[in-house]
Nanobody, 124 residues
Framework: QVHLVESGGGSVQAGGSLRLSCATS????????MGWFRQAPGKEREFVAA????????YYEDSVKGRFTISRDNAKNTMYLQMNSLKPEDTAVYYC?????????????????WGQGTQVTVSS
């Protein structure tokens, strides 16, 4: 059974930084796509960033390009999301997720294992 556990959320002021971690267990990810999604109150869950575990290729939603960096540490089976220059509109619950298929997809419904989420709050 796959387990994903997020950590690193918190409250920061606009312009600040946070680093989210997603500790994983129970699966060898190979060509899986691992990603970060977020959901603000009253809004649909949305794609933030993804990484192909085997190659390290990365993909970003336009509003976070240049501010967020997704990475993974194979030895630690952990994925990260470094978030810089945070804005109030980045406020949301952030989830790590995995897709046991090599094709990149942006829809949250295409990811079949999930963490419990971690709250990120950015104040102006």
């Amino acid at each position: 059974q796959v387990h994903l556990v997020e950590s690193g959320g918190g409250s920061v002021q606009a312009g600040g930084s946070l680093r989210l971690s997603c500790a994983t267990s129970g699966r060898t990810f190979g060509n899986d796509i691992m990603g970060w999604f977020r959901q603000a109150p009253g809004k649909e869950r949305e794609f933030v960033a993804a990484i192909r575990w085997s190659s390290g290729n990365t993909y970003y939603e336009d509003s976070v390009k240049g501010r967020f960096t997704i990475s993974r540490d194979n030895a630690k089976n952990t994925m990260y999301l470094q978030m810089n220059s945070l804005k109030p509109e980045d406020t949301a619950v952030y989830y790590c997720a995995g897709r046991s298929h090599p094709n990149l997809r942006y829809e949250w419904q295409e990811y079949n294992y999930w963490g419990q989420g971690t709250q990120v709050t950015v104040s102006s």
